[in-house]
């Protein structure tokens, strides 16, 4: 049984949902998944001026993810909103305060997995996970894909696919939450991360 960190930020609410559900793929495999959450780096007027208390308060259960403790798990799974084709400022400044961990090369041979959402089809689902990917190549870790290993990533017409599960989140609320075939993905994915993450860490 392996110990899998799942760090996210989200800002509306949709990429905890999806940190969710990989967790309980995670478990479902008989791992142990604990969500982590980046800290906000919006001042407090956005996030009153946009109506995003709520949203904190859903992920007010979720401790904070800390640098220091990140070696202390087997395996990471890193999930951003996407911002511009990448990954948000939140999540990136994040992994900027990772430097000791590089230098100690603490985070060498743990696994590492990517999430994210986009409010439109064709706007980064894969640019934001494969800029991610490049913190788990610097670190030398062992990138877990997600392949095609979930039948339903041949058949989603929204989120999902082989670098990692993905959420289609639009803003004109056509849509809300992950749609069963992107909760089969990420679901699976968990599964699929922790066996490989069991047998890379025993
Ligand atoms: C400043 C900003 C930039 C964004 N850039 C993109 C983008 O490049 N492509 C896209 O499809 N969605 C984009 N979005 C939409 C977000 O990716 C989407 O709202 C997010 O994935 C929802 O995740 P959350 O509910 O966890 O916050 C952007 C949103 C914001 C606020």
């Given at each position: 049984m392996a110990r899998v960190g799942i760090v996210?930020?989200?800002?509306?609410?949709?990429?905890v949902e999806m940190a969710r559900t990989i967790a309980a793929g995670v478990e479902a495999d008989g791992g142990t998944a604990e969500l982590r959450a980046v800290p906000e780096l919006l001042p407090d007027e956005v996030i009153r001026e946009q109506g995003l208390e709520p949203v904190k308060e859903a992920q007010s259960d979720v401790p904070?993810?800390?640098?220091?403790?990140?070696p202390e798990f087997d395996g990471l799974i890193i999930g951003s909103p996407t911002r511009y084709g990448s990954a948000t400022g939140q999540v990136q400044n994040f992994l900027d305060q990772t430097?000791?961990?590089f230098f100690g090369g603490?985070?060498?041979?743990?696994?590492?997995?990517?999430?994210?959402g986009a409010s439109t089809i064709h706007g980064g689902h894969e640019t934001?996970?494969?800029?991610?990917s490049?913190?788990?190549?610097?670190?030398g870790m062992v990138i877990v894909p997600a392949g095609y290993t979930a039948t339903?990533?041949?058949?989603?017409?929204?989120?999902?696919?082989?670098?990692?599960?993905t959420i289609l989140a639009p803003t004109d609320g056509s849509k809300q939450g992950l749609s069963d075939e992107e909760a089969e993905i990420a679901r699976a994915y968990g599964q699929r991360f922790h066996a490989i993450t069991a047998k890379v860490a025993a």
């Open positions: 996210y930020y989200s800002m509306y609410g949709s990429n904070h993810a800390r640098v220091d403790e990140l430097g000791p961990l603490e985070l060498v041979g743990k696994t590492a997995g990517f999430f994210t934001t996970i494969l800029s991610l490049t913190f788990a190549w610097h670190q339903a990533t041949f058949s989603s017409r929204t989120g999902g696919g082989p670098y990692g599960p």
